[in-house]
């Protein structure tokens, strides 16, 4: 089983659309998880940590259940600029240190 | 302010070149990554820095060579790559390495070996 696993995608809705991005992770020591967003050619950035509580942003809700070991990201009401890889990733532990373990990312493309 | 900042934007270089990238943050934090990214494909780590000292080396070969010359600036030196090292090289920060704290990306130098 690879460490963490995306729906490759991509995803394609109409602007104003929900739309769910699902994510398993191997690993059951991870502690720390992450949503990041890379538009094409760019550096990913920082979307949102994701809480054992699960956690909302504005049009963005992130869940996580360490049971199934499962992280997910719901966007609510697509807009255009929502368009991009969406990447899951989760902490590794480590002897003494922690590393980030990227999937392979969800493209999502947004239409008018 | 979580900025970092990477330079050269975009670098060609040839087989025999010897060239550096650079990295910088004022965030304060205190563990600093290599990535390399090839298109369609998520970050791969290469080297990561802990209080300036390397930490972390992901078997990379030899012609990559880190440098962490303080808290602030991570460089890495190249020198006889070849044309299948083409990528994006990303350099991220976080505040310490032993916890997973998010970390946050320059904006990457692309680089095409000819």
């Known amino acids: 089983r690879k460490e963490v696993e995306q729906d490759p995608g991509p995803f394609n809705v109409p602007e104003g659309a929900t739309v769910a991005f699902n994510c398993t992770y191997s690993?059951?020591?991870?502690?720390?998880f992450f949503w990041y967003r890379q538009d094409c050619r760019k550096e990913p950035k920082l979307l949102m940590s994701v809480y054992s509580s699960g956690n909302e942003d504005g049009r963005f809700t992130a869940q996580l259940n360490r049971a199934s070991q499962y992280i997910s990201l719901l966007i609510r009401d697509s807009k255009l600029s929502d368009s991009a890889t969406y990447l899951c990733?989760?902490?590794?532990?480590?002897?003494?240190?922690?590393?980030?373990?990227f999937g392979k990312g969800t493209m999502l493309l947004v239409s008018p | 302010d979580t900025e970092v900042t990477q330079t050269p934007k975009h670098l060609v270089m040839g087989m025999t070149n010897k060239k550096s990238l650079k990295c910088e943050q004022h965030?304060?934090?205190?563990?600093m990554y290599w990535y390399k990214q090839k298109a369609k494909k998520p970050p791969e780590l290469m080297f990561v820095y802990s209080y300036e000292k390397l930490s972390i080396n992901e078997s990379v070969p030899s012609r990559f060579s880190p440098e962490c010359p303080n808290s602030s600036l991570l460089n890495l030196h190249l020198h006889a790559l070849q044309p299948e090292d083409s990528a994006l090289y990303l350099c991220?920060?976080?505040?310490?390495?032993?916890?997973?704290?998010?970390?946050?990306f320059g904006p990457g130098t692309r680089l095409t070996v000819t």
């Open positions: 690993n059951s020591a991870s502690q720390s």
């Open positions: 990733v989760v902490n590794s532990p480590r002897s003494g240190y922690s590393t980030l373990t």
């Open positions: 965030m304060g934090h205190r563990a």
């Open positions: 991220a920060s976080s505040q310490e390495l032993r916890t997973a704290y998010e970390q946050y």
